[in-house]
Nanobody
Framework: QVQLVESGGGLVQAGGSLRLSCAAS????????MGWYRQAPGKQRELVAR???????NYALSVKGRFTISRDNAKNTAYLQMNSLKPEDTAVYYC?????????WGKGTLVTVSS
């Protein structure tokens, strides 16, 4: 069992920045990859960024160069630094990991970017 809790969402103007955090607890020794997904109103959930091991990462094309995923294993926490935010980044952001073939999700944190 893994528990994920996101934080750091909020309202920001276009061009601004936010940093999301995802705190993991439970069977965290089994965690290799962690990811951030988002779901905008009326749209499907989509992958934003993923980190494997210490520093192997991949990003959605829409956020590449603006968002940075990282992790602090000592704190069992993953981060998503979001810069140059756009109104189209507005969504609920979810943290995800897979352990033993099971996907675990946090409850999400809302990011709203005003124009």
């Amino acid at each position: 069992q893994v528990q994920l809790v996101e934080s750091g969402g909020g309202l920001v103007q276009a061009g601004g920045s936010l940093r999301l955090s995802c705190a993991a607890s439970g069977s965290i020794f089994s965690i290799n990859a962690m990811g951030w997904y988002r779901q905008a109103p009326g749209k499907q959930r989509e992958l934003v960024a993923r980190i494997f091991g210490v520093d192997s990462t991949n990003y959605a094309l829409s956020v590449k160069g603006r968002f940075t995923i990282s992790r602090d294993n000592a704190k069992n926490t993953a981060y998503l630094q979001m810069n140059s935010l756009k109104p189209e980044d507005t969504a609920v952001y979810y943290c995800n990991t897979r352990v033993g073939g099971i996907d675990y999700w946090g409850k999400g944190t809302l990011v709203t970017v005003s124009s």
